[in-house]
């Protein structure tokens, strides 16, 4: 009785894991390779004539460029959780304010997040507000409306929000590293910038690899930011938002179904080539 014990606990979350999972994942796979609008009771197979649209339609691709914005926002994003982390791991005036700051966007609704930052860029708005307080409301234009900044506001606002995400997990990576290696270093005449370069990078190296293949993932994925800010107006559409509208717009479930086949390998490749390029070192602190 024991022995079956564990398996009765992972018994509901595999069965939740597989019908909400597996089930719709398998779906998909079959949608793609047939004609369906979504609404007729029949579904007719064409083979790979969904994946052949998309390889042939270049514009149904043009759109993963604007994942760069994001990508480049990720980096951003990941390089200034490091440095609040390894900052506050010390000890540090508020350091628990800071904290709470920093994590505190992660915890709002994505929805929530878009129609504050909606206001925020909007003319007039915030931002432009700040910018005339300190004298450089000559700066101000349109954030959401000029194609040429449109995308840097978005991944603005990506980065605030997840910012706290890979702030969470760096602090506790620095916080499980032996203290005695930060006296040992002291005792050496080792600074701040010196512990961290051969103590902390060293030490959360597979966290740090493993948040750029959350951002890539999340990068090339990127969907409720852009489609409440602006619905994909102005080149801010995404693939996922090209995907969600040929889908719910032009009712073409079938090769929107394919499109999220294809981002979804994309993102294993990506994900893959992430690995084999900078693969996890077991890294032995003692």
């Given at each position: 009785?024991?022995?079956?014990?564990?398996?009765?606990?992972?018994?509901?979350?595999?069965?939740?894991?597989?019908?909400?999972?597996?089930?719709?994942?398998?779906?998909?796979?079959?949608?793609?390779?047939?004609?369906?609008?979504?609404?007729?009771?029949?579904?007719?197979?064409?083979?790979?004539?969904?994946?052949?649209?998309?390889?042939?339609?270049?514009?149904?691709?043009?759109?993963?460029?604007?994942?760069?914005?994001?990508?480049?926002?990720?980096?951003?994003?990941?390089?200034?959780?490091?440095?609040?982390?390894?900052?506050?791991?010390?000890?540090?005036w508020?350091?628990?304010?800071?904290?709470?700051?920093?994590?505190?966007?992660?915890?709002?609704?994505?929805?929530?997040?878009?129609?504050?930052?909606?206001?925020?860029?909007?003319?007039?708005?915030t931002?432009?507000?700040?910018?005339?307080?300190?004298?450089?409301?000559?700066?101000?234009?349109?954030?959401?409306?000029?194609p040429?900044?449109?995308?840097?506001?978005l991944?603005?606002?990506?980065?605030?929000?997840?910012?706290?995400?890979?702030?969470?997990?760096?602090?506790?990576?620095?916080?499980?590293i032996?203290?005695?290696?930060?006296?040992?270093?002291?005792?050496?005449?080792?600074?701040?910038?010196?512990?961290?370069?051969?103590?902390i990078?060293?030490?959360?190296?597979?966290v740090?690899?493993?948040?750029?293949i959350?951002?890539?993932?999340?990068?090339?994925?990127v969907?409720?930011?852009?489609?409440?800010?602006?619905?994909?107006?102005?080149?801010?559409?995404?693939?996922?938002?090209?995907?969600?509208?040929?889908?719910?717009?032009?009712?073409?479930?079938?090769?929107?179904?394919?499109?999220?086949?294809?981002?979804?390998?994309?993102?294993?490749?990506?994900?893959?080539?992430?690995?084999?390029?900078?693969?996890?070192?077991?890294?032995?602190?003692?």
């Open positions: 009785m024991r022995r079956l014990t564990p398996y009765a606990f992972l018994s509901v979350p595999l069965l939740f894991l597989i019908v909400f999972t597996y089930i719709p994942v398998a779906n998909m796979f079959w949608y793609s390779v047939t004609d369906w609008d979504g609404l007729s009771p029949t579904k007719e197979f064409v083979g790979p004539a969904n994946y052949v649209e998309i390889f042939t339609r270049p514009e149904l691709f043009g759109v993963l460029k604007v994942s760069l914005y994001y990508v480049a926002g990720s980096v951003v994003q990941i390089l200034l959780a490091l440095y609040f982390a390894a900052v506050l791991s010390f000890s540090t508020f350091r628990n304010v800071y904290k709470g700051f920093i994590f505190f966007p992660y915890l709002i609704n994505g929805v929530a997040i878009g129609m504050i930052f909606l206001f925020f860029f909007q003319p007039g708005g931002l432009d507000s700040a910018l005339g307080a300190v004298g450089l409301g000559g700066a101000s234009q349109q954030w959401l409306g000029d040429a900044v449109v995308n840097y506001s991944a603005g606002t990506s980065v605030w929000r997840y910012l706290g995400l890979n702030f969470v997990l760096f602090l506790g990576a620095i916080q499980s032996p203290p005695h290696l930060y006296e040992a270093a002291e005792l050496d005449g080792a600074g701040r910038w010196a512990q961290f370069r051969w103590i990078l060293p030490g959360i190296r597979p740090v690899g493993l948040s750029f959350l951002a890539v993932s999340g990068s090339l994925s969907f409720e930011i852009p489609f409440i800010m602006t619905g994909g107006a102005n080149e801010s559409e995404t693939f996922v938002i090209q995907t969600v509208n040929m889908a719910f717009k032009y009712y073409k479930f079938g090769l929107a179904s394919a499109m999220a086949v294809v981002l979804l390998v994309i993102i294993l490749i990506v994900t893959w080539l992430q690995r084999r390029i900078a693969p996890d070192e077991k890294v032995t602190l003692s």
